[in-house]
């Protein structure tokens, strides 16, 4: 078993355990109001307050980003991309001011069962036109708190050569500033949804028309789930006893 799946596993162990503890504690605390009063609800997640300032990097292991349109009306069909990078500047004393960028690689699409020669299609001048533009890009331009732990990312989606405004509603989903010796850096995680029309960016090909659901749908659910690293510095060597070199 690899590191990274050594770390995920007790990774979710622990917020497990946690979370058992945490609800036995509730239990325990609302049995022990007079009759009548309930627990207080549990606070909502939030940055928490020792996280590190500063440029976070994307975990690649613990990332995905996957899309789907409507198929003649009978299912939605979902793919992915499999290359992307992303970087977010964040500090959790002020996440409005929080600003993420990313870049996906165009031909790395990865399609469910494809037959024979659908992903180059897909790729080709009707659709993505990968070889003409290689690479989708989103840089965020505001961020609006929308509750304890979620968030609108509005920023600019460059796509097919097309560049246009897209909201993504994010949600933290829990960090920390470390957690030694398993993982010394800062970690911090989110999912991330959205939806846009692929005709605004010049790939309508198979939309169906007005009234009719056959063809391929014109609107482009996302879906992203991401944890970013932040690398923590170097402990310092203790200094030398009195004496010693």
């Not at 749908?217 to 991401?226: K, L, M, P």
Request: hydrophobic share 40%; charged share 20%; aromatic share 8%.
């Amino acid at each position: 078993m690899s590191y990274a799946s050594k770390l995920a596993i007790s990774g979710a162990l622990l917020l497990a355990l946690s979370a058992c503890s945490d609800q036995k504690a509730a239990t325990s605390d609302a049995s022990a109001k007079p009759a009548g009063e309930t627990a207080a609800a549990p606070a909502a997640a939030k940055p928490p307050a020792d996280l590190p300032a500063g440029d976070y990097t994307l975990d690649k292991t613990h990332a995905d980003l996957s899309f789907k349109v409507n198929h003649l009306g009978f299912s939605w069909y979902t793919a992915r991309f499999s290359d992307f990078d992303a970087k977010l500047t964040l500090d959790p004393k002020a996440p409005e001011r929080a600003h993420v960028e990313a870049s996906i690689k165009t031909s790395s699409l990865l399609l469910p069962a494809p037959p024979a020669g659908f992903t180059d299609e897909l790729l080709g001048k009707d659709w993505l036109d990968a070889a003409k533009y290689p690479a989708i890009t989103f840089r965020s331009t505001k961020v609006a708190s929308t509750g304890p732990d979620t968030a609108d990312v509005t920023g600019d989606l460059t796509l097919h050569g097309v560049t246009k405004p897209v909201t993504l509603k994010a949600k933290f989903n829990g960090g920390y500033a470390g957690f030694p010796p398993m993982d010394p850096n800062a970690r911090i995680g989110f999912s991330l949804t959205g939806s846009f029309k692929r005709s605004d960016f010049g790939v309508s090909y198979g939309v169906p028309k007005p009234g009719s659901t056959m063809g391929v749908g014109d609107e482009v659910q996302v879906a992203i789930e991401a944890e970013m690293l932040k690398p923590n510095p170097p402990t310092a060597a203790a200094a030398p006893a009195p004496g010693q070199p």
